[in-house]
């Protein structure tokens, strides 16, 4: 558990895809730079899957440059929180994110 949500890890891109098909997902929180798949692919790859379409995402990552995060807004991403960050604005946009589910 995470502050009173059932997180399901995955560690790369490919175990982010299986863990979604696999199971109900109301919120995707992932970095951009992961071995295999990296966080542009997976959420591109989301975002052109018609059942998870709607799924908010949260793109977490120590990569702040401008370029990176419009990528990741083309991409799909709902929020992009910049690393570090308090787990207090992490889980504020969380709530945000489900709120409008």
Do not use: C, W
């Not at 995955?10 to 730079?33: M, P, R, W």
């Not at 949260?58 to 991409?75: G, L, T």
């Amino acid at each position: 558990d995470f502050a009173g949500y059932n997180a399901l890890p995955a560690a790369n891109g490919f175990e982010a895809l299986s863990v979604i098909n696999n199971h109900k997902v109301d919120l995707i929180i992932t970095d951009i730079t992961m071995p295999g798949k990296d966080g542009i692919e997976l959420m591109t790859e989301i975002r052109s899957t018609h059942s998870m379409q709607g799924i908010p995402i949260i793109v977490f990552s120590a990569a702040p440059q401008h370029d990176v995060m419009e990528r990741a807004f083309k991409a799909g991403a709902n929020q992009f929180i910049i690393k570090p960050a308090s787990m207090e604005h992490l889980l504020i946009l969380i709530e945000q994110q489900l709120i409008k589910l």
